[in-house]
């Protein structure tokens, strides 16, 4: 018998990697943020992951066909901080997707190859 997964919500924003990562200051916004969290003993709970895995689950398939290829996200556990930073940045697509599961095993994993 298989014991049950614990299912988390994890929510982001997406964009194109030259968006969130050339034109847009999300590395100064992400950088301030930590600085906070570590002021008021929060541990951080975003990742910035380029070439989303999570991208091919079934879960985002009407997402995929809006977004680049080449996207970048932030991704949290924290719903309230992606709505701030979706507030801060423009131009980003937001969604949120639950795991582990069958198509998305690695939550925070990467297609990217350098």
């Not at 997964?5 to 964009?15: D, H, N």
């Not at 091919?56 to 901080?81: H, W, Y």
């Amino acid at each position: 018998m298989d014991t049950p997964k614990c299912l988390t919500t994890y929510y982001f924003i997406l964009a194109s990697s030259d968006f969130l990562l050339v034109t847009e200051p999300v590395e100064e916004i992400l950088r301030e943020r930590v600085q906070h969290y570590r002021r008021i003993k929060k541990s951080t709970n975003f990742w910035l992951i380029r070439s989303p895995k999570f991208m091919e689950s079934n879960q985002l398939v009407d997402l995929r066909g809006k977004v680049s290829k080449d996207c970048s996200a932030v991704v949290s556990l924290d719903k309230s901080f992606i709505t701030w930073l979706k507030l801060r940045l423009n131009n980003v697509a937001v969604g949120s997707f639950v795991a582990p599961t069958d198509d998305i095993t690695s939550p925070l994993a990467s297609n990217f190859m350098v």
